[in-house]
């Protein structure tokens, strides 16, 4: 059953539908089915005088999903049609969206193609028999974790502001106890005009968010300024972070250090040595510190990944080059060495490609690299507090990861399989197991297969434990 519509109740009866909705945080339809559907099955609800009700608003309804909702009030003007994209970049989010079109907003867009693409029933008219049975102008102000107005033209501004209630999208805005974001769209004459500013200001006031407008060109010919929509990525970003506020930043004030991805050793001009290392796990972990609240620093080998946002990437080639960037790196709070330097590199470069002989292949004289995690490790002054390295090995895993933690002399070693049957080098899945020191133990700590996203923030969610019990 799409809808229910019930016509002909006595006021007595409406308004104990509405009393008895309200105190179970539902709308009176949904309501009135759950009483039917009591019936059906036999359970009659013994007779009971109204309810008394509490003025406080009912709590939104939760979505089938448990994702959250957004009633989207389109207003009249060209900018309209951006909000068919808006309700697609929020989908794209994981947020439901119920659309409320003004008059004038149905000039420019349908109520059909906004239907089409958000998956829901569009609202147009206050005065609609069948959703104002139940007042569904309250409920489309409440049911709804945040209303967005996109466009918000300069009269439905004025409106707000005035605390006007003559049209469905007004009144829902006046009977809103939800956030409410605008994103203004108008032409630069219209944003600048006093009254305007003045309804703006207003707004503002009253803590009502706003996003844009943006400088650019409009609709009219030859006309350009302040007062361009922000783009629906932008609104769909701004609703997104109301929505789901940044979580807590246990690693705030701390610095971080990670390295990632392989170092590539010269032979000469043309050939190097080096391993299959992507960076994806070093770059996972340096986004969640990131995202931790951390100031992050990553050395990275050469890699085919973009730099991550907010982020002070240096990009280095060798093993010596990564030392050296480590070294000026100094200090940190926590030093995470996940890259997989190359333990040997060619005594002596070649200027010019090595050309094949008749003696066969020249030979190739390989010296040890810098062992950077016991350089950093065993520092007498600026060794980081939490130093952790990684073992990739391909047999006897914990056994070699042991010996590793033995010699190096860091706080915590992840170990990881990196055969080529786990698909670990190169691939977004990896298996680690956690060794750290209790006393004079090593405990070991195996987690199970995890994207490597997910095993980064398990490890920064370890590291802002053991920091925050350090300090």
Same mark, same amino acid.
């Given at each position: ?15 104990? /539908? ?15 089915? +759950? ?69 004038? #907003? ?21 005065? %609609? ?5 139940? #007042? ?12 967005? +107005? ?50 703006? /200001? ?21 006309? =350009? ?42 032979? %000469? ?46 990009? +280095? ?28 590199? +060619? ?67 992840? =170990? ?17 197991? /956690? /060794? ?36």
């Amino acid at each position: 059953m799409a809808s229910l519509t019930i016509r002909k109740l006595d006021d007595e009866l409406k308004a104990y /539908l509405r009393l008895r909705s309200a105190r179970n945080g539902r709308s009176v339809e949904e309501e009135v089915r +759950v009483i039917l559907r009591d019936l059906a099955d036999g359970r009659v609800e013994p007779a009971e005088g109204i309810p008394a009700v509490s003025t406080a608003p009912a709590p939104r309804p939760a979505s089938s999903a448990g994702e959250p909702r957004i009633t989207l009030i389109i207003g009249g003007g060209i900018a309209a049609y951006k909000a068919l994209d808006l309700i697609r970049r929020l989908k794209e989010r994981h947020i439901e969206v119920r659309c409320v079109l003004t008059k004038a #907003a149905q000039q420019f867009v349908t109520p059909l193609a906004a239907s089409a693409l958000s998956h829901e029933r569009v609202y147009t008219d206050l005065f %609609d028999a069948e959703s104002e049975f139940d #007042a569904g102008h309250i409920r489309l102000a409440r049911e709804c974790d945040l209303i967005v +107005v996109a466009p918000a033209t300069a009269d439905l501004m004025a409106k707000m502001a005035q605390g006007h209630a003559d049209d469905l999208a007004s009144a829902i805005l006046l009977a809103a106890n939800r956030p409410i974001l605008l994103a203004p769209a108008m032409n630069p004459l219209m944003w600048n005009n006093p009254a305007t500013r003045r309804n703006v /200001l207003q707004l503002r006031r009253d803590d009502v968010h706003t996003v844009g407008p943006n400088a650019g060109e409009m609709a009219e010919a030859g006309e =350009a300024g302040v007062g361009r929509m922000a783009e629906p990525t932008e609104i769909a970003a701004a609703a997104d972070r109301m929505l789901r506020p940044p979580k807590a930043q246990p690693l705030s004030g701390k610095r971080v250090l990670v390295t990632a991805g392989p170092t590539h050793e010269a032979i %000469d001009p043309v050939r190097y040595i080096a391993n299959r290392s992507s960076g994806k796990q070093g770059f996972a972990i340096a986004a969640a510190a990131h995202a931790a609240g951390a100031d992050v620093v990553l050395v990275a080998g050469p890699v085919e990944l973009d730099d991550p946002s907010g982020i002070a990437v240096m990009r +280095v080639e060798s093993a010596r080059d990564m030392l050296h960037r480590v070294e000026a790196a100094l200090p940190v709070d926590v030093a995470i060495f996940a890259a997989a330097v190359a333990d040997w590199r +060619v005594a002596s470069e070649g200027s010019q490609k090595l050309k094949k002989t008749t003696a066969g292949m020249p030979p190739l004289q390989l010296v040890e690299n810098p062992d950077i995690l016991a350089t950093i490790s065993k520092l007498k002054e600026k060794r980081p507090p939490l130093v952790i390295g990684f073992a990739a090995e391909t047999e006897h895993l914990i056994e070699n990861a042991k010996a590793k933690f033995a010699r190096k002399g860091c706080d915590w070693i992840v =170990a990881n399989d990196v055969s080529p049957a786990t698909g670990v080098m190169g691939g977004d899945r990896n298996t680690v197991h /956690l /060794l750290a020191r209790e006393g004079k133990e090593v405990t070991v700590d195996s987690w199970p297969v995890m994207t490597k996203e997910e095993v980064a923030a398990a490890l920064v969610s370890r590291i802002a434990r053991s920091v925050g019990t350090a300090s």
